[in-house]
């Protein structure tokens, strides 16, 4: 499980995080898959494309897992 730093940040939204993560090439292709309901988190499928991720929760797609701290 990958670990993710907020640095000093409330939150940051699931499209981005994706992005800055790797997981998505793009911005149009991290919308492309939470809208195809590939992502989850805290293991529930989020379709909501700016979801704010705030510390403490896990975002996942098929294996991978990243935890969000503060």
């Given at each position: 499980?990958?670990?993710?730093?907020?640095?000093g940040?409330?939150?940051?939204?699931?499209?981005d995080?994706?992005?800055?993560?790797?997981?998505?090439?793009?911005?149009?292709?991290?919308?492309?898959?939470?809208?195809?309901?590939?992502?989850?988190?805290?293991?529930?499928?989020?379709?909501?494309?700016?979801?704010?991720?705030?510390?403490?929760?896990?975002?996942?797609?098929?294996?991978e897992?990243?935890?969000?701290?503060?």
């Amino acid at each position: 499980m990958d670990i993710f730093h907020l640095d000093g940040h409330p939150h940051i939204e699931l499209c981005d995080l994706l992005k800055i993560e790797g997981w998505a090439e793009s911005g149009a292709m991290a919308k492309s898959m939470i809208a195809d309901g590939l992502v989850q988190v805290d293991g529930v499928v989020e379709t909501r494309k700016r979801c704010k991720i705030v510390a403490g929760k896990v975002v996942s797609m098929g294996s991978e897992q990243i935890k969000v701290q503060e």
